[in-house]
């Protein structure tokens, strides 16, 4: 299915080319068609070729492999911040939970956080911590698990009240305190909320990272996207290899959790998944 | 007026007797002091002795529920004493003395029909070896051997309630309370689920206080039927069933068992506080009499 999809995609990206107006098209003064020309809609046959070209001239690496290398460095940030911001978000949830007056008074501030501009303040993040000489990389990470815990967080919370309230009796008549409640009940009865949750942050952890590179300088596929662009006036399939290379990452994130889902959800009812 | 009838005196209970349950007093008041106070019971008096299977049946709101609720420890009474085991009914759920069913069974979809039965075991710290020949008896039990592997899911509803009674029975607790476990069911699974339950518990030895707005249900199963009736919840009769302890599908044919659902019936119907029945209906508000 994905391989017919995507020639399609493809198809319909030459035949706008063939279709659209060279240099953009406007209805009653408003600019509507996009630019079909060679700069800014290289022909995709010309993307797949230049995958195999030297990355700079005067070199013999081609450059899907210079890519593969930036989107691999940017992968294991982007692991290391879905990591660490499941972490984060499934601790703020079992605390949520566990304390309605904290839910109150922290669900504002997890919600608001959200809304940062993220790229204006990367830089500054990151020189918040100048101080304690860490490699610039995990507050790149940082940035990734800053995005990644929300999803998470809310998901985990929705997941952790819906045991049916005569199961937590249940576990009452057991004499069972909270933490093996916890443990037995809620954590398990959350894991099909938390998927979906999971699957959202698999895919905001690489654009928290992606996005923080470009204003940090790490470099990662986000860096080479950025310094590829700067090129696209005379190479415009250049940068092309650089969005292949993030799109491809985005893919193998999810990937990661939907295989992670069929491994956990396997003994579930079919209709079990929120 | 329907007239209400006396109360059955409770039995007389001699200091150090072994009873399973004592409720002695016990009020539930919810929402005290505010514009929707509801009093759930009101002075509730019921002692429960070894072996006995008690049925409690009422109309809707009258506080059956609730009143097993206090047994169990779920909820405290606003005054009076429960005492389970001859120990209060704190500390008695502590020591987990007594097993509990619900209608929906509430098995946990990701445990195996086997490790649902082990949960209660699990949480008592009991070793792997020691729950897993305990759940192969239960599940011996209940009928249920060939599926110790199956999901609940994949289970029917007459078979998940069985393993649900399977686990409440797992740490072979003196005392079984259940809420309305084959409300869910359909006639035929629900008569066979009956008998069932009174083979199981038989074997076990078990005492059981048990919820329904079934009269037949409550006269098929019990030793005493215990009727309340609503706003405040209170106990307004019990009445024996003589059936003895051998009940079959031909018990049900018996005459004595249709007299003994008229009695429970007419108990119902004079419990109904407010005048006289609107006429068109002899039936109290929330009971089967199927």
């Known amino acids: ?274 | 007026m329907s007239e209400i009838r006396t109360v059955a005196p409770t039995p007389p209970m001699p200091p150090g007797t072994n009873n399973v349950v004592a409720v002695d007093g016990a009020s539930m008041v919810f929402n005290e002091g505010h514009s929707n106070q509801v009093d759930a019971l009101c002075d509730i008096d019921l002692v429960i002795r070894p072996g006995e299977f008690v049925s409690l049946i009422g109309p809707s709101g009258c506080g059956k529920s609730t009143l097993l609720r206090l047994i169990a420890n779920l909820l405290s009474p606003t005054s009076g004493t429960v005492l389970v085991n001859g120990k209060s009914a704190h500390q008695a759920r502590l020591e987990q003395d007594y097993g509990m069913a619900f209608q929906q069974s509430g098995l946990f979809e990701w445990r195996t029909v086997e490790k649902n039965i082990e949960l209660p075991l699990e949480l008592k710290g009991w070793k792997k070896a020691a729950r897993r020949q305990r759940s192969a008896e239960m599940l011996e039990l209940v009928k249920l051997s060939d599926f110790a592997q199956h999901m609940p899911w994949q289970l029917s509803g007459g078979m998940q309630q069985r393993v649900a009674i399977a686990r409440a029975l797992a740490a072979h607790p003196a005392l079984l309370l259940m809420d309305e476990p084959f409300g869910a069911l359909d006639e035929m699974t629900r008569e066979h689920m009956q008998a069932e339950l009174l083979r199981i518990c038989a074997a076990a030895a078990t005492t059981v206080v048990f919820v329904t707005h079934s009269i037949p249900e409550a006269v098929y199963l019990s030793s005493r039927v215990v009727v309340m009736s609503a706003r405040p919840g209170r106990i307004t009769d019990i009445i024996d069933v003589p059936l003895g302890g051998d009940r079959g599908e031909d018990t049900r044919e018996d005459d004595s068992f249709y007299k003994l659902i008229t009695e429970v019936r007419e108990a119902l119907r004079g419990s109904e506080t407010g005048g006289p029945s609107d006429g068109s209906s002899d039936g109290v508000r929330g009971i089967e009499d199927r």
């Open chain 1, 1 to 274: 299915m994905f391989a017919i999809s995507l020639v399609l995609v493809a198809s319909l990206w030459e035949l706008y080319k063939f279709l659209g107006p060279e240099d953009g098209g406007e209805i009653f003064g408003w600019p509507v068609f996009p630019r079909s020309g060679a700069r800014s809609m290289p022909h995709t046959w010309e993307m797949v070729q230049r995958l195999f070209d030297p990355e700079v001239r005067g070199n013999d690496r081609p450059i899907w492999f210079a890519v593969a290398g930036y989107a691999w460095y940017t992968f294991r940030m982007a692991l290391a911040g879905l990591f660490f911001g499941s972490l984060l978000g499934v601790a703020l949830a079992v605390v949520m939970s566990r304390f309605r007056v904290i839910e109150r008074g922290l669900l504002p501030y997890v919600i608001a956080s959200q809304t940062v501009p993220l790229i204006a303040l990367a830089p500054q993040f990151a020189a918040l911590g100048g101080n304690w000489d860490l490699p610039k990389w995990t507050w790149v990470a940082a940035l990734g698990a800053f995005l990644a815990f929300f999803p998470i967080s809310i998901s985990t919370l929705r997941g952790l009240s819906s045991p049916a309230p005569s199961s937590l009796e249940l576990m009452d008549s057991y004499a069972a305190g909270w933490w093996v409640t916890l443990r037995k009940l809620r954590f398990p009865s959350a894991v099909p909320y938390m998927v979906p949750g999971f699957k959202l942050a698999a895919t905001a952890a690489v654009i928290g990272v992606i996005v923080s590179e470009v204003s940090t300088g790490v470099r990662g596929v986000g860096f080479a996207a950025l310094t590829y662009a700067q090129a696209a006036t005379s190479d415009p399939a250049k940068v092309y290899a650089a969005v292949f290379g993030a799109a491809l990452l985005g893919l193998a994130m999810f990937g990661i959790v939907v295989a992670a889902e069929a491994v956990i959800m396997r003994n579930r009812p079919r209709d079990a998944t929120a």
